[in-house]
């Protein structure tokens, strides 16, 4: 029976080896992909920053260029500057049906404030056909109160 008790020790430890190795390796994994998530957060922050100074330098061609590689990457800062230079034709000709729809693309990954600017396009009719109804669906998922 003693061997037997021995051997059984013998595969509980391996056992215990190979997970405490893959708990490791997956705490390592998760640690470089927050490493790797932190590092992209960075770029995108110096990206945005880099656009506002040119932007507030009054050169909109190259800020719009700088927001439309951002928003295109997914920035939700990116797509409301989009939207906002399109609206007012700062750096790009201006387009209210193209304001929309970089504002449909913000409220559709979840920012309030591509809900309330879609809600008002669909309001005033300005870049999209008016429709009160779409109007008060994107209010509602905004949070926005009548």
Same mark, same amino acid.
């Given at each position: 029976?003693?061997?037997?008790?021995?051997?059984?020790?013998?595969?509980?430890?391996?056992?215990?080896?190979?997970?405490?190795?893959?708990?490791?390796?997956?705490?390592?994994?998760?640690?470089?992909?927050?490493?790797?998530?932190?590092?992209?957060?960075?770029?995108?922050?110096?990206?945005?920053?880099?656009?506002?100074?040119?932007?507030?330098?009054?050169?909109?061609?190259?800020?719009?260029?700088?927001?439309?590689? !951002? /928003? #295109?990457?997914?920035? +939700?800062?990116? &797509?409301?500057? @989009? =939207?906002?230079? %399109?609206?007012?034709?700062? *750096?790009? $000709?201006?387009?209210?049906?193209?304001?929309?729809?970089?504002?449909?693309? !913000? /409220? #559709?990954?979840?920012? +309030?404030?591509? &809900?309330?600017? @879609? =809600?008002?396009? %669909?309001?005033?009719?300005? *870049?999209? $056909?008016?429709?009160?109804?779409?109007?008060?669906?994107?209010?509602?998922?905004?949070?926005?109160?009548?």
């Amino acid at each position: 029976m003693r061997p037997y008790s021995q051997i059984l020790r013998s595969v509980a430890l391996i056992i215990l080896t190979i997970l405490t190795f893959q708990a490791t390796q997956a705490s390592q994994t998760t640690q470089v992909q927050q490493a790797d998530d932190q590092t992209r957060i960075a770029r995108d922050m110096i990206r945005t920053l880099e656009a506002y100074a040119v932007y507030k330098m009054g050169q909109y061609d190259l800020a719009f260029e700088r927001y439309l590689a !951002l /928003a #295109e990457d997914g920035n +939700r800062q990116g &797509m409301m500057n @989009v =939207a906002n230079m %399109y609206a007012e034709g700062k *750096g790009v $000709e201006q387009s209210d049906s193209n304001a929309y729809q970089w504002n449909l693309r !913000l /409220a #559709e990954s979840g920012d +309030r404030i591509g &809900m309330a600017a @879609v =809600a008002q396009a %669909y309001r005033t009719g300005r *870049g999209v $056909e008016q429709d009160s109804d779409r109007a008060r669906f994107w209010d509602t998922r905004a949070g926005v109160k009548e």
